[in-house]
């Protein structure tokens, strides 16, 4: 069974405006999410984080936004430039399970000039 | 640059033999974990370790597949006897645990693994 799903495999959006990466989870366990950017050949880069006592965190043009009750959360990018395209993807842990993460199958934004 | 590092970075090999890849983490870190990704899809967890105690071990990871960490530091895994279903990008990634109970991991560029 898939614990984190990514539901939209791909985004299109005009550069400038805002892009909004959706991620849902099963697994109540989980307390600790991230966000992660990747390009082909390449590993996953590390973006943006929240642990479950938070329900927004930000760092520059990206925010993360948790909804507990609908263990539901998404990525806004503020502006949207160029250079974010590529293949984001949610992942979550769990402080009891050693912290392993459980990615979603990943969207792939692609930002138009 | 001081981020993890993964050799080879690509491997081709014909099916039923063995292969082994290194991955060194960053340095302060006591966390190192393997995750495998098959096209289309997100990375899968394999195993990790803390310092050089292999902690858990995912169901994906069969008897072929073994990984260590003698010394706290590098790590390699090994598949024995590869099968076509083994061909992914293996990704490892580092985090330092502390006394919070959360840690980020971090992880390098990958090895592509090519079984004909």
């Known amino acids: ?113 | 640059d001081t981020g993890v590092s993964q050799n080879p970075r690509h491997k081709i090999t014909k099916r039923g033999q063995n292969v082994t890849f290194r991955c060194d983490p960053i340095s302060e870190h006591n966390r190192l974990y393997w995750y495998r990704q098959t096209l289309g899809q997100g990375p899968e967890f394999l195993t990790y370790f803390q310092n050089e105690a292999q902690l858990e071990k995912s169901r994906l990871l069969s008897d072929r597949f073994s990984a260590e960490r003698p010394k706290g530091s590098f790590s390699t895994l090994e598949i024995q006897r590869t099968e076509q279903g083994d061909s992914a990008m293996y990704l490892c990634a580092s985090s330092f645990r502390g006394t919070t109970s959360t840690d980020t991991q971090y992880f390098g560029p990958g090895t592509r693994l090519t079984v004909l």
């Open chain 1, 1 to 113: 069974d898939q614990q984190v799903k990514q539901n939209s495999p791909s985004l299109s959006v005009q550069e400038g405006r805002i892009s909004i990466l959706n991620c849902d989870y099963t697994n109540s366990m989980f307390d600790y999410f991230l966000w992660y950017k990747k390009y082909p050949a390449e590993g996953p880069t590390f973006l943006i984080s929240i642990s479950s006592i938070k329900d927004k965190n930000e760092d520059g043009r990206f925010t993360v936004f948790l909804n507990k009750s609908a263990k539901h959360l998404s990525l806004h990018i503020v502006p949207s430039q160029p250079g974010d395209s590529a293949v984001y993807f949610c992942a979550a842990s769990a402080n009891n399970a050693g912290n392993m993460l459980t990615f979603g199958g990943g969207t792939r934004l692609m930002v138009k000039p």
